[in-house]
């Protein structure tokens, strides 16, 4: 089976599971039924995830989306780019993802022509590189502590491990 169809593959599977509303986040980056794991296909997961949840966003019909008055404003043979309603919507108005590149396949190739799996290895690795800890109340911390050396010294794995 080459790659292509490996891809496709996937992409019927989640949408046969998305589609009825079935709950699929938690296999996001599983291989081989959730025996092992890859952050490469867990980045690609989420971002098709996205996308479902972009699709599936249901849509806003009040005044100010359907702009009647920004349609209004517009005379015959102008356009909307320079209008105020546009312009204030623009930068939000369409999803962009994670690891999908849009650009055409020479920009492609001119900007390094990584593979979508190729890009996907350097978003974990910069999304771990930023990560900063959450702040947590220091007594909450001790006692954590506490109840993890408690269940090591009773044969559970240690953290380390």
């Known amino acids: 089976m080459n790659k292509t169809s490996r891809s496709t593959g996937r992409r019927v599977s989640i949408?046969?599971?998305v589609v009825p509303r079935t709950v699929v986040i938690h296999s996001a980056g599983w291989l081989e039924?959730?025996?092992t794991a890859s952050l490469e296909k867990f980045i690609l997961d989420i971002e098709m995830l996205q996308t479902f949840a972009e699709i599936f966003r249901p849509l806003e019909c009040d005044d100010a989306e359907m702009a009647f008055e920004a349609i209004a404003s517009v005379d015959p043979g102008g356009h909307f780019f320079g209008c105020e309603h546009t312009m204030a919507r623009y930068k939000s108005a369409f999803y962009?993802?994670?690891v999908s590149?849009?650009?055409n396949y020479g920009s492609w190739q001119?900007?390094?022509g990584l593979t979508a799996v190729q890009r996907a290895n350097g978003i974990w690795k910069n999304i771990l590189a930023e990560f900063t800890p959450p702040e947590m109340d220091p007594a909450r911390f001790e006692e954590l502590q506490a109840f993890v050396q408690k269940r090591t010294a009773e044969g559970g794995?240690?953290?380390d491990a």
């Open 15 to 17: 949408t046969a599971r």
């Open 33 to 35: 039924g959730g025996l």
């Open 96 to 98: 962009e993802p994670l």
């Open 101 to 103: 590149d849009w650009s």
């Open 110 to 112: 001119e900007s390094g």
């Open 157 to 159: 794995a240690s953290p």
